[in-house]
Structure formats: C-alpha cells, structure tokens
Nanobody, 114 residues
Framework: QVQLVESGGGLVQPGESLRLSCAAS????????MKWYRQAPGKERDWVAT????????NYADSVKGRFTISRDNVKKTVYLQMNSLKPEDTAVYYC???????WGQGTQVTVSS
C-alpha cells in the first residue's frame, strides 16, 4: 500500500534551516506529483509546495516563496523540503501528500523558537 514517511523536523532558532524528507513506497513514485502541507496548532492544514513528477515544475505558497525549496529524487523515491530563514510562524506539523492516491504521511514537527 501507499506509504509516506516524513523525517527531519526539529527545534531550531529563527533564521536557521532544516531539510525535511519524505520517503515514499507502495506506488510508482516517478509518475506522481508530490506536495507538502503544514498545520499549525489550532489552524487548518495549509498547502506549502508542489513538485511535478519529473521535478521540472514547482509551486509555492506566498508565505514560503523564496525561503523554501521543494525537490525530489526519483531513484531514492524521496521528496524534500529545504527550509531556510525559518520564522516562528513556520512552526507546524509538516506533511507530505501524494494527490494521485490521496495519501498522507504521519507528519514531522517543526518548531522555530528562540
């Protein structure tokens, strides 16, 4: 079955960086676009970024544009989210999502605090 496992979250100070990973299995990764979402406490889950199946096109929410970069390795079946210049408002649980199957990972916590 489809499985997505996120990792790489943690506690960082404002201005620092983190790289999240999402390892996929159970489907043909190279044909699927992938997305990252995040959910802050008490708020709805919001879309963060999308990457097409080849990695040739990406899109970002305005709140992260210029700071976050989504990428993928189709050999490793992994999608990444490089997060730079982190802000306290980036604090959330980050999820990867495969739209073709409607499947979510379990999430990884990112906390940005001084």
């Amino acid at each position: 079955q489809v499985q997505l496992v996120e990792s790489g979250g943690g506690l960082v100070q404002p201005g620092e960086s983190l790289r999240l990973s999402c390892a996929a299995s159970g489907f043909t990764f190279s044909i699927a676009s992938m997305k990252w979402y995040r959910q802050a406490p008490g708020k709805e889950r919001d879309w963060v970024a999308t990457i097409t199946n080849t990695g040739g096109s990406t899109n970002y929410a305005d709140s992260v544009k210029g700071r976050f970069t989504i990428s993928r390795d189709n050999v490793k079946k992994t999608v990444y989210l490089q997060m730079n210049s982190l802000k306290p408002e980036d604090t959330a649980v980050y999820y990867c999502y495969v739209p073709h199957f409607g499947s979510w990972g379990q999430g990884t916590q990112v906390t940005v605090s001084s």
